[in-house]
């Protein structure tokens, strides 16, 4: 139970009109449904939270909106001293320095630099599934050949990668880089070192670079802790461009703003290069200011007290489908706060397609997000991200309107 908070995690915020896509797109032709008179809308699609971000966030940004001029500016030391000492004490990254940090305009936009960096367009990259629809897009709308090696779920339930699989495609295809998803979206698998060291293992036998998407490091449910990709080695701290961002943390994707750490000269330089060529790869003055309010200890505070209101949330949530909703399969994520529900049984049972199941939610409010943009062919993508009140309401609108 979660008890003896002293952020606020319960109560409703009004995002309509405040720029809220979660709620503002709604009934848009390319987001859930909106929903039909006499009940308003739960969001639970985008990848963004319903809470107030940390007071802590807010206050940095406020402090510089004291001072009146917003002109050019190189980034302050507290920037990078900020990171360091985030990633030492929330990881336990020893030896970073300011210089192996480099700002990226979102993690999709490092992604790109880096994968540009290192592989030619038509190239061929490796990728387990199922997958952010963000990678897939990106990658394919810029020419590159995806190569899928599929997780797969053990008997226990947690999602596994196939490793077997994975040297096959790497050999067969010639593959000389990976998109590697730690924690991983949308399962929610925290990887185990043993895990993250077979990988890389495979990777440096194919002498294969690797992009390790890290935005979702900070999001670890009770009882896990993640591993930074580049501390299971020397080689894959040589091979790896890890990218982080506050924006899933601390709910500051508006802000724009991510980074990387590479800690290879040669690639760094690269990736580099390849991120300055649109000019556009520039820091806003408040996501750093919002970063360095994120990354203080009050912000700390604020992330465990997160972290434990979605393990609640979570727990609810995939009790619930194991006790009441039978035919639907709720793996339990170790990390992040979504939900990938598989529904195949509860759909051969109930003769009913995918579609029909998505707008049965979309229509009695529950804005939840079709999982076959992720690679999902029978699944729903679930965000908990919301006051335990607000997911306790969806799931009673789903017992009584949906799962029929």
Not at 238 to 247: E, G, M
Request: aromatic share 12%; charged share 20%.
């Amino acid at each position: 139970m979660v008890m003896d908070m002293k952020y606020d995690f319960t109560s409703i915020i009004e995002r309509k009109g405040k720029d809220a896509m979660a709620v503002d797109a709604l009934g848009a032709g390319w987001a859930p449904g909106a929903p039909k008179d006499g009940f308003d809308a739960i969001p639970m699609w985008v990848a963004d939270m319903n809470f107030p971000t940390a007071p802590s966030v807010c206050d940095a940004m406020q402090h510089r909106l004291a001072h009146p001029a917003f002109g050019y500016f190189d980034p302050r030391d507290e920037y990078f001293d900020a990171i360091i000492r985030w990633q030492r004490e929330r990881n336990g990254v020893v030896g970073l320095e300011r210089e192996y940090i480099g700002y990226e305009n979102g993690v999709l936009g490092g992604l790109m630099s880096a994968i540009g960096s290192f592989c030619p367009r038509g190239g061929s990259v490796l990728i387990h599934s199922p997958t952010y629809m963000g990678f897939t897009s990106s990658l394919s709308n810029a020419g590159y050949r995806l190569v899928d090696s599929p997780l797969y779920r053990d008997a226990q339930g947690i999602w596994r990668m196939n490793y077997a699989d994975m040297e096959r495609k790497l050999a067969e295809n010639n593959i000389h880089a990976a998109v590697f998803c730690s924690p991983h979206n949308p399962t929610g698998r925290v990887w185990e070192k043993w895990e993250i060291e077979q990988a890389m293992a495979l990777f440096a036998k194919y002498d294969v670079a690797v992009v390790s998407d890290e935005i979702w490091s900070d999001i670890i449910l009770t009882g896990y802790r993640h591993i930074p990709t580049q501390s299971v080695s020397e080689d894959a701290r040589q091979r790896t461009v890890a990218l982080y961002a506050p924006s899933k943390t601390f709910n500051l994707a508006g802000l724009v703003g991510a980074y990387h750490i590479i800690y290879n000269k040669r690639l760094r330089d690269r990736v580099r290069a390849e991120s300055a060529l649109s000019h556009y790869n520039s820091m806003n003055l408040l996501s750093m200011y919002a970063l360095i309010g994120a990354y203080q200890p009050e912000g700390a505070e604020w992330v465990d007290e997160l972290c434990q209101t979605l393990t609640g949330n979570v727990t609810y949530a995939c009790d619930f489908f194991e006790s009441r909703i039978p035919g639907v399969s709720a793996a339990r994520p170790q990390g992040t706060y979504m939900v990938f529900l598989d529904c195949r049984e509860w759909l051969d049972t109930h003769g009913m397609t995918l579609d029909a199941l998505l707008r049965r939610g979309w229509d009695i409010g529950v804005a939840w997000q079709d999982g076959r943009c992720h690679g999902g062919t029978t699944h729903i993508r679930l965000n908990l991200a919301l006051p335990l009140s607000r997911v306790k309401e969806a799931f009673s609108r789903m017992e009584r309107y949906v799962f029929v």
